[in-house]
T-cell receptor, first 116, second 116 residues
């Protein structure tokens, strides 16, 4: 596609339920990232996939959070047993590897998650 | 590890006035620096970046930023702002020795509001 696509754009869920957020990266981008944007916390890195390498999960806030990337393309971020503090905008981005110096990370519009 | 500090959370200015949004960073390794912009109800867009070479970098819409290694700063400036520049601006860094542009460390953001 023309850009990074995220779905749904908005999600309201009850506390304790599981949610799945989807990201379709730009075609050909081997790197994919998830960020969380919340009031008071700014933009936080969550997880990073690069090709077939093991993902960098260093930013995941708890074991309730997980992500997978199937076939090197689409990624799903799963939050289990959601809590109210999980309410935030979840942003996905993709890019070519850094060796392609004249490139950048492109961000999707985000999924606004509200836990009630 | 890196950290980014944006010294002003909000900057109100009048149209056609100059503006400076301040950004300082801390890092034990060499970094690349970025400014991203988020217009209301939109995703993050890259405004400009410094990788190497000339320390003064410019965007297509009149913004510029200067990398100052001794002061570890990357302040964003525009000599004359427009109403359409109203947005939130994020300064970010990435490890220059890393493998991807996407594992960014962001500042808390500065909301620029341009008044008529």
């Amino acid at each position: 596609g023309a850009g990074v696509s995220q779905s749904p754009s908005n999600k309201v869920t009850e506390k304790g339920k599981d949610v799945e957020l989807r990201c379709d990266p730009i075609s050909g981008h081997t790197a994919l990232y998830w960020y969380r944007q919340s009031l008071g916390q700014g933009l936080e890195f969550l997880i990073y996939f690069q090709g077939n390498s093991a993902p960098d999960k260093s930013g995941l806030p708890s074991d309730r959070f997980s992500a997978e990337r199937t076939g090197g393309s689409v990624s799903t971020l799963t939050i289990q047993r959601t809590q109210q503090e999980d309410s935030a905008v979840y942003l996905c981005a993709s890019s070519f590897p850094m060796v392609k110096r004249n490139t950048e990370a492109f961000f999707g519009q985000g999924t606004r998650l509200t836990v009630v | 590890a890196q950290s980014v500090t944006q010294l002003d959370s909000q900057v109100p200015v009048f149209e056609e006035a100059p503006v400076e949004l301040r950004c300082n960073y801390s890092s034990s390794v060499s970094v690349y620096l970025f400014w991203y912009v988020q217009y209301p109800n939109q995703g993050l867009q890259l405004l400009l970046k410094y990788l190497s070479g000339s320390t003064l970098v410019e965007s297509i819409n009149g913004f510029e930023a200067e990398f100052n290694k001794s002061q570890t700063s990357f302040h964003l400036r525009k000599p004359s702002v427009h109403i359409s520049d109203t947005a939130e601006y994020f300064c970010a860094v990435v490890n220059a020795g890393g493998t991807s542009y996407g594992k960014l460390t962001f500042g808390q953001g500065t909301i620029l509001t341009v008044h008529p």
